[in-house]
T-cell receptor
Framework: DAKTTQPTSMDCAEGRAANLPCNHS???????VYWYRQIHSQGPQYIIH???NNETNEMASLIITEDRKSSTLILPHATLRDTAVYYC?????????????FGIGTKLQVIP | DVKVTQSSRYLVKRTGEKVFLECVQD?????MFWYRQDPGLGLRLIYF???????EKGDIPEGYSVSREKKERFSLILESASTNQTSMYLC????????????FGPGTRLTVT
């Protein structure tokens, strides 16, 4: 699986959009970008994934650059409950060794 | 919504005890996983299962075993608990062809004294 690089921490004002970047310059053509988050003392939560098109669901939007070397997770209106560690993962979609490998992630602090 | 439940949120056991951690998912997922999470080490895969009675070792299977007698249930067994097995244990499940989209339980914080 390709390596990802994320900032260690970020702050965001409550109600504003939180934009979390991720670099994955070694991503291969069949690898997807996945985002998870982990709120303190809880299990990780799947958020969204994408291949090359931008994706949106009820939780967030995922913007992937045209060259696929980086992506941004957008939480459109951050709330205090969005304070968590956010993990960007790049991996194949389905088969093979199916674990998810979390790096350090970005600690997002939403400020009132 | 996918729901993955774990039998306990907090557990305290003594060294040498046999420990059972239970995980149940309600979405008919084929794949189930056991991870442990430790500060500075991230998430590490212990075992996974892709079908009933099928299991595969992950990165750190030593000191653990698993059981999957029913599709919805995946158990992690610590045969003889040791203090270095004090950790947060996380169960996850996924559909067979969507391995990157895993749904996690709330975790069990196990302390071995």
């Amino acid at each position: 699986d390709a390596k990802t690089t994320q900032p260690t921490s970020m702050d965001c004002a409550e109600g504003r959009a939180a934009n979390l970047p991720c670099n994955h310059s070694t991503i291969s053509g069949n690898e997807y970008v996945y985002w998870y988050r982990q709120i303190h003392s809880q299990g990780p939560q799947y958020i969204i994934h994408g291949l090359k098109n931008n994706e949106t669901n009820e939780m967030a939007s995922l913007i992937i650059t045209e060259d696929r070397k980086s992506s941004t997770l957008i939480l459109p209106h951050a709330t205090l409950r969005d304070t968590a560690v956010y993990y960007c993962i790049v991996r194949g979609y389905s088969g093979g060794y199916q674990k998810v490998t979390f790096g350090i992630g970005t600690k997002l602090q939403v400020i009132p | 919504d996918v729901k993955v439940t774990q039998s306990s949120r907090y557990l305290v056991k003594r060294t040498g005890e046999k420990v059972f951690l239970e995980c149940v998912q309600d979405m008919d997922h084929e794949n189930m996983f056991w991870y442990r999470q430790d500060p500075g080490l991230g998430l590490r895969l212990i075992y996974f299962s892709y079908d009933v009675k099928m299991k595969e070792k992950g990165d750190i299977p030593e000191g653990y075993s698993v059981s999957r007698e029913k599709k919805e249930r995946f158990s992690l067994i610590l045969e003889s608990a040791s203090t270095n097995q004090t950790s947060m244990y996380l169960c996850a499940s996924s559909m067979v062809d969507r391995g990157g989209e895993q749904y996690f339980g709330p975790g069990t914080r196990l302390t071995v004294t």
